[in-house]
C-alpha cells in the first residue's frame, strides 16, 4: 500500500488554506505545499512532486477544472490523483467532476478535525 506523504493544496481562499494546511500537517502529519491559484501551482508544482493534490473548484483566472486540465499535461502529474474541494456537491456536479478525471469531491466548509481522515480514506479507497 502506497503512503500518503505529500499533498498539494490549491485554494485562492487564505483562511481556508491556513485552517487546512494545519489540519492536514498537525492531525494527519502529511507534507504540504498551498498554492493560492491555478497558476501558482503550475508554476510550483515540478519541484515538489506530490502524491495528492487538492483543487479548489472556484478560484479566479485559472478554476479548478481548468488547473487540473493544465497539471495533466505537465510530465509526470498525468496519474498523480486530485480530489475537488468544493461546496457544490449535488450529485450532478460531483460527477461531473469525476468525470474530468478527479477521484473524489471534499465538500466545503469542511471539519478541520476530520479532513486529514476524510483525504487518507480517499487515499486509501483509490489508490493505496
Known amino acids: 500500500m502506497a503512503e500518503l506523504k505529500r499533498i498539494m493544496y490549491v485554494e485562492d481562499e487564505p483562511d481556508i488554506r491556513a485552517v487546512a494546511e494545519l489540519a492536514l500537517v498537525s492531525v494527519g502529519g502529511v507534507e504540504v505545499m498551498l498554492c493560492e491559484s491555478g497558476e501558482d501551482a503550475l508554476a510550483r508544482v515540478d519541484g515538489f512532486q506530490p502524491d495528492l493534490i487538492l483543487l479548489d473548484v472556484m478560484m479566479p483566472r485559472l478554476d479548478g477544472p481548468e488547473t487540473l486540465q493544465a497539471l495533466r499535461q505537465k510530465p509526470g502529474l498525468a496519474e498523480v490523483p486530485v480530489a475537488f474541494m468544493t461546496a457544490k456537491v449535488q450529485s450532478s456536479e460531483v460527477e461531473?467532476?469525476?468525470?474530468?478525471?478527479a477521484i473524489d469531491v471534499i465538500a466545503k466548509p469542511f471539519d478541520p478535525m476530520t479532513l486529514s481522515d476524510k483525504v487518507q480514506g480517499i487515499w486509501d479507497q483509490h489508490v493505496g
Open 96 to 101: 461531473s467532476y469525476k468525470a474530468l478525471g
